[in-house]
């Protein structure tokens, strides 16, 4: 469980539509179980929900929705599709998208890995959003979390991995990692590696 | 046996089962951890991995790029061995399942069967015994993007063109890569005279087992210190902070052009997916 730096009885239990009063009470570090409704997007799936017009919106109203950044691995076809593997892809390369899509259809959270930019940070605090870790590559451990396919988008256009699955979990875990106040865990994590990396290149040695 | 109904089989078991050597080190990593948060992460990667095993499901979603290293018997086809490959590839992405994860550059259209122009990777080498070996690396993208490639010497860096060069260029990497690509990560270095060598060599480090020792005593202990230094930047598992970033580092050199000094470092992912395949004398194998 990534719990984060608290006990299970600490953890937040949160289902979209997420309020953003809500989500500006959140700090870096809480451990969070959501449940509801999830919807997938990667780099193809940004670039449309970024650049469509008014006539091309997404079926679902996204304002305090879930966007999971997951190319999910799907056995079987129609109503009979599963979800078998499906952890989080690298969020930093839908950084050059993330504050338009936020700022656009004011997300509520966004659950991806190895954190993002300036940019997305700046929309976290200013629509009131935030930035959830899952465990990465624990596909299968997540998968389990999820508990039927309710639609999927876009299959044919983009492919599987770059669809936009709406998804319905429950108790899928994840841990505040970037918040709506400003906070990052990344942040302090690369500056304690910069400092470490400086001491260790400082001397040229011989 | 049907040598494709065995390639199919590696690839299932590759996606799902982790080899016993990177599952013992995250244990290991967990047990040395004592901070909650990556002491909570490492629990799920090591539940995430029974989880696969035990369901048959693929441990990561990302069932990466398919790369084969093969050594073929001395009476294997090119051709055919290709045809088998392939074919292996495509069963797998339907039958384990695999991500299909071709995407044709041009239109941008995934081919929906995890085959496509260069897909699967596949390195062909023969050997004169009357048995195959197949080295299979399902190689994530995560970890994939944040590999690089230096030029030494390299002014920024202080790295001049000897060991300690190597050292600086390395730290460099996993510092860039920071939570990237899944850390705690599995690292292989490359030293070649040309880039395409450098990175092939870098590649063929995340072959080998972690406690495969390297025979020259000098390169050993570049090893161990890069790694010990590694886990100094306290960059963790997922990138959240830890005592654990690299599993290994492993190193390769071949000798250089007097005028180039060229380092590529290539990484795994903490679910590092390798494994080895024997076939043939009507014996399948895996380790």
């Given amino acids: 469980m990534a719990a984060g730096r608290y006990h299970m009885n600490d953890v937040v239990r949160m289902s979209p539509p997420l309020q953003p009063e809500a989500i500006r009470r959140l700090s870096v570090g809480q451990g969070i179980l959501l449940s509801g409704s999830i919807i997938t997007a990667r780099d193809a799936a940004h670039r449309y929900l970024v650049e469509a017009g008014p006539h091309e919106a997404p079926p679902v109203d996204l304002a305090g929705a879930i966007i999971y950044h997951c190319g999910p691995v799907i056995a079987g076809t129609g109503d009979q599709r599963r979800v078998v593997s499906a952890g989080p892809t690298t969020s930093m390369r839908m950084e050059m998208y993330e504050q338009r899509l936020i700022e656009k259809y004011r997300i509520g959270a966004i659950i991806g890995k190895g954190g993002m930019g300036p940019a997305t940070e700046r929309a976290l605090v200013a629509v009131g959003t935030v930035y959830l870790a899952a465990p990465s590559g624990a596909g299968a451990l997540l998968a389990r979390r999820i508990k039927r396919v309710v639609s999927v988008w876009k299959l044919e256009e983009f492919g599987s991995p770059e669809a936009l699955w709406q998804l319905e979990v429950e108790d899928f875990p994840a841990v505040v990692a970037i918040d709506a106040k400003g906070g990052s865990l990344y942040r302090e994590v690369a500056e304690k590696s910069r400092q470490a990396l400086s001491r260790l290149l400082a001397p040229a040695e011989k | ?287």
């Avoid at chain 2, 035990?54 to 084969?68: N, S």
């Avoid at chain 2, 994530?140 to 790295?159: C, H, K």
Wanted: glycine share 10%; proline share 5%.
């Fill in chain 2, 1 to 287: 046996m049907d040598l494709i109904q065995a390639i199919v089989d590696l690839l299932g078991k590759a996606a799902t089962d982790l080899p016993t050597d990177i599952e013992a080190a995250l244990v290991g990593a967990l047990e040395a951890e004592s901070e909650p948060m990556p002491t909570s992460i490492l629990e799920s990667f090591i539940e995430n991995i029974r989880i696969a095993r035990r369901e048959r499901r693929a441990i990561c979603q990302d069932t990466g790029v398919p790369i084969f290293f093969v050594t073929a018997a001395h009476n294997t086809s090119y051709e055919g061995l290709m045809d088998v490959l392939r074919e292996g590839v495509r069963r797998a992405t339907l039958e384990v399942p695999l991500r299909p994860n071709a995407v044709d550059v041009l239109t941008g259209a995934n081919t929906g069967e995890g085959v496509g122009s260069g897909i699967p990777v596949v390195y062909f080498s023969q050997w004169q015994e009357d048995y195959s070996i197949f080295d299979l690396l399902l190689k994530g993208g995560g970890s994939e993007n944040v590999g690089a490639t230096y030029q030494l010497p390299r002014a920024d860096l202080a790295a001049q063109r000897d060991t300690d060069g190597i050292r600086r260029v390395v730290l460099d990497a996993v510092n860039n890569a920071q939570g990237l690509g899944c850390p705690p990560y599995v690292i292989g270095v490359g030293v070649a005279g040309t880039k395409d060598d450098a990175c092939l060599l870098a590649k063929r480090q995340l072959l080998r087992k972690l406690d495969d020792k390297q025979p020259q005593a000098g390169l050993a202990a570049l090893e161990e210190r890069i790694h010990r230094e590694i886990n100094s930047l306290s960059i963790g598992p997922a990138g959240l902070s830890g005592s654990t970033t690299a599993l290994s580092v492993k190193i390769g050199l071949h000798a250089r052009h007097p005028a180039t000094f060229f380092v590529d470092v290539a990484f795994g992912c903490w679910a590092h997916r390798r494994w080895r395949m024997r076939f043939g004398r009507g014996k399948v194998s895996y380790e």
